[in-house]
């Protein structure tokens, strides 16, 4: 990766991507690194299409837009459609499993992962969906320790709710494979 990554986090509003890219942007502060962060949605806010994005770098950020984008999650179908077509070369795309990849995708890079499930069912809680998705992105791109990364959790979480959102955490990076880890991994700087 270059000293600049672009990240962008799309879904309905209500599904929390904005928080997603947040705490992102925060784990990446507190592991030493520049970021940014910034967010767009509909008029609707819950259930219209959001976006947030956040910029990562060694260096200092002079632009704090993202313009194509290294990463992409998209948690749906509308997301995935609207925000899949700008992105930079050898982009990695993560989507629920439950959406369908264009065709002009490169099917290497995609991480098709039951992320909504996933926070139904094995968290318990299908709200954490945004924390086992964070958990899922640091496991493949490997962009931060586990501990600056639950620290970025707790500084936005609200009192008491540390121990499922750990869980959603460690449930996110459990989806991961071994190789997938290794094939998507990024470094800063």
Do not use: C
């Not at 959790?153 to 499922?164: C, D, L, Q």
């Not at 449930?171 to 470094?187: R, V």
């Amino acid at each position: 990766m270059s000293n600049r990554y672009e990240m962008r986090f799309a879904g309905s509003g209500g599904q929390g991507v904005i928080l997603a890219s947040v705490i992102i942007a925060e784990a990446a502060v507190i592991s030493g690194v520049k970021a940014v962060q910034s967010q767009a949605y509909g008029p609707e806010a819950r259930g219209g299409v959001s976006k947030a994005e956040t910029v990562i770098s060694r260096d200092q950020i002079w632009y704090s837009k993202v313009t194509k984008p290294n990463f992409l999650l998209a948690l749906t179908q509308a997301s995935l459609d609207k925000y899949s077509t700008e992105l930079a070369e050898g982009a990695i795309v993560m989507m629920d499993d439950s959406l369908k990849a264009p065709e002009y995708l490169d099917a290497a890079r995609v991480i098709s992962i039951p992320i909504l499930e996933t926070a139904k069912t094995k968290v318990g809680k299908a709200f954490t969906a945004n924390i086992v998705a964070v958990g899922a992105i640091n496991r493949a791109l490997q962009l931060f320790e586990g501990k600056e990364l639950m620290e970025g959790v707790k500084r936005h979480i609200p009192a008491g709710t540390e121990e499922i959102n750990e869980k959603a955490l460690n449930e996110g990076a459990a989806l991961i494979s071994d190789k997938q880890a290794a094939a998507f991994k990024q470094s800063i700087g």
